[in-house]
C-alpha cells in the first residue's frame, strides 16, 4: 500500500515508460476514446466497483482508464502468468496525476512470470475490496476470476474444498489450495461476495464456453455477457489480431526466418485462420489440422493442406496450437518432432500441449534460453524449442494483439459493462449477445478512423433488402 493504494506490480519506476506507451495507444484505440467522448460527464459507471481478470498489457490500461473515466472503481489482474507488461502495470497504479513515490491510480497485481501460486493469490486480491465488500462487476478473459467466485461459493455451501491427488494439473491444485485457506480464514466471504455481482462480460472463446457450461447446469451465479462473439471482436481480434502477433512471438522469442519452412496450424477457427495467414504471409508451407469438416474445408479453399499432425508431425518445422481444446499436442508427438522445431501454443490455456508430460519424460533435460524460451533435449540427442512453457505465445514471447485490433474489442467490454450495470434487472442468470446495432456501432467508429468512407443506402434500397437504413444491417443469422 503507498498513498492509499494497494498494489503488487514489478517495478513503478517503469510508469514513465508506461505512460507514453499509453499515450501513444490511445490515438490507435478510437473506440474508447470515442466512448470516452460520448459519456464525458455523464458516468453511467458512477458506482461499479469493477474486478478485472485481464493480460495487464498497454492495450488494457487504455480499457482500465476508460472504466474509470466512466466513473468506475477498478482493481486488476492479469488473466495469465506471463502476459503483464510490466510498464503498462506500474503506469495504471501510478495513474496520469501521480507519481511512483506517492501514485493515485488504480489497484493492481500482476506481473511479468508470476508462480501458479502468485497468480491466484492476484487473481483473489482483485476480488478482495478493501472495506471487506466485493466487486459489483467482473470483467474477465478466460473465466478465471468467475470460477473463483463459483467455486468458492460451491465448497463453502458443501462445507469442505474436495482434496487433491498428485494427477490432478498444478492449476487445479494450486486453486483448490487457495481456496481451502480462504474457507479456513473467512467463511462465508463468497456467498456473501456473490450475491452483489450484477454481472460478468467475458473476453475470449474459452471463457464464454465455460459460462455457457454454467447457465446450461442451472449454475450461473449472475448474468453474463458474451464479448468473444460480437463480432467486431471474435472475426477481429481472434483472427486479425492473431495475425499479427503470432509471428510477432515467433520472432522474438527465436529470430528462426519463417520463410520456407512448414508450420502446422492445429484448429482453423477465427484464431487459427490468421496464425495461418501470417505463416503464409511469411513464406512457409502451412499444413492445417482440424476436427470439424467446415473449418477444414474452408482451410482447403483457402490453399492449406489439411492433415492430421500424425501424418505430418516429421515434416514440421513450426507447430501452433489454436483450438480452444486440450491435448492437442501430445508428449509422444513431441518426441518426434524434427531436431530444434518450435511448439507453440496460442490458445487461452497450456493444457492444449501436454507440458507436464514433457516435463515427466524419461531422460528429458529442460535447458531455458531465455524467459519464456525453452530448449527440450530428448535423451536421442534431438531437441525441441517451446515457447512460454506452453501459454499464450503471443503475449509471453510478444506483446500480444495491437492496440487498434483490442479498441474494437474493449469497446464491446465497456458497451457490456455500461450494460449489465446500469440495466442488471433486465438479466437472467444467462449468457447474452450485445445487440447488432452496437457491434456496428463499434465497426462505424473504427472503418472511419482508418479513413475509410461508408455507402448509405437510399430508402428504396433499404426497402428491397428489407432492413432499417440506419442498421442493423444483417439478420441474426448472418455469419459474415
Ligand atoms: P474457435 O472455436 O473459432 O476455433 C477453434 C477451432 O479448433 C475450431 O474450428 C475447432 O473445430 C478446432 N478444434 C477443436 N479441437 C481440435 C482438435 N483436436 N484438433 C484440431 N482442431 C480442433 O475458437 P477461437 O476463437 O479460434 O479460439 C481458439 C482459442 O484461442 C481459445 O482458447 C480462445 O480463448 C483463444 N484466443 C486466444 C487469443 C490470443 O491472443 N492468444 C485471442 C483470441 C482467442
Wanted: glycine fraction near 10%.
Amino acid at each position: 500500500v503507498r498513498n492509499g493504494i494497494e498494489f503488487a506490480v514489478a517495478d513503478l519506476s517503469l510508469a514513465e515508460f508506461g505512460r507514453k506507451e499509453i499515450r501513444l495507444a490511445e490515438h490507435e484505440m478510437p473506440g474508447l476514446m470515442a466512448l470516452r467522448r460520448e459519456y464525458a460527464e455523464v458516468y453511467p459507471l458512477r458506482g461499479a466497483r469493477i474486478s478485472g481478470s485481464l493480460h495487464m498489457t498497454v492495450q488494457t490500461a487504455v480499457l482500465i482508464e476508460t472504466l474509470v473515466a466512466l466513473g468506475a472503481e477498478v482493481r486488476w489482474a492479469s488473466c495469465n502468468i506471463f502476459s503483464t507488461q510490466d510498464h503498462a502495470a506500474a503506469a495504471i497504479v501510478v495513474g496520469p496525476h501521480g507519481t511512483p513515490e506517492e501514485p493515485k491510480g488504480v489497484p493492481v497485481f500482476a506481473w511479468k512470470g508470476e508462480t501458479l501460486p502468485e497468480y491466484w493469490a492476484c487473481t483473489n486480491l482483485m476480488l478482495t475490496w478493501p472495506d471487506g465488500s466485493g466487486p459489483n462487476m467482473i470483467l474477465d478473459d478466460g473465466g478465471d476470476a468467475t470460477l473463483l467466485v463459483h467455486k468458492g461459493v460451491e465448497y463453502e455451501k458443501a462445507g469442505a474444498v474436495p482434496a487433491t491427488d498428485d494427477n490432478d494439473p498444478e492449476e487445479w491444485q494450486v486453486l483448490l489450495d487457495l481456496l481451502r485457506r480462504s474457507l479456513e480464514a473467512d467463511a462465508g466471504k463468497w456467498t456473501k461476495l456473490a450475491p452483489g455481482i450484477r454481472g460478468v462480460t467475458e473476453e475470449t472463446t474459452t471463457g464464454v464456453l465455460r459460462l455457457y457450461q454454467l447457465a446450461a447446469q442451472g449454475e450461473l451465479l449472475f448474468p453474463a455477457i458474451n464479448v468473444n462473439d460480437s463480432v467486431t471482436k471474435s472475426k477481429f481480434d481472434n483472427r486479425y489480431g492473431c495475425r499479427h502477433s503470432l509471428i510477432d512471438g515467433i520472432n522474438r522469442a527465436t529470430d528462426v526466418l519463417i520463410g520456407g519452412k512448414v508450420a502446422v496450424v492445429c484448429g482453423y477457427g477465427d484464431v487459427g485462420k490468421g496464425c495461418a495467414e501470417s505463416l503464409r504471409g511469411q513464406g512457409a508451407r502451412v499444413i492445417v489440422t482440424e476436427i470439424d469438416p467446415i473449418c477444414a474445408l474452408q482451410a482447403a479453399m483457402d490453399g492449406y493442406q489439411v492433415a492430421t499432425l500424425d501424418d505430418v508431425l516429421e515434416q514440421a518445422d513450426i507447430i501452433i496450437s489454436a483450438t480452444g481444446n486440450k491435448d492437442i499436442v501430445t508428449v509422444e508427438h513431441m518426441a518426434r518432432m524434427k531436431h530444434q522445431a518450435i511448439l507453440g501454443n496460442i490458445g487461452h490455456f497450456d493444457n492444449e500441449l501436454d507440458m507436464a508430460g514433457l516435463a515427466r519424460y524419461p531422460g528429458v533435460r529442460r535447458i531455458n534460453i531465455k524467459p519464456q524460451v525453452d530448449e527440450w533435449v530428448f535423451p536421442d540427442g534431438h531437441s525441441i524449442i517451446v515457447l512460454s512453457e506452453g501459454r499464450l505465445l503471443n503475449l509471453g514471447n510478444a506483446t500480444g494483439h495491437p492496440s487498434f485490433v483490442m479498441s474494437n474489442s474493449f469497446a464491446n467490454q465497456v458497451i457490456a459493462q455500461i450494460e449489465l450495470f446500469t440495466r442488471h434487472g433486465e438479466y437472467d442468470k444467462e449468457v447474452y449477445r450485445l445487440p447488432k446495432k452496437l457491434d456496428e456501432k463499434v465497426a462505424r467508429i473504427h472503418v472511419e478512423a482508418l479513413g475509410g468512407k461508408l455507402t448509405k443506402l437510399t430508402k428504396e434500397q433499404a426497402e428491397y433488402i428489407g432492413v432499417d437504413p440506419e442498421g442493423p444491417f444483417k439478420p441474426e443469422h448472418y455469419r459474415y
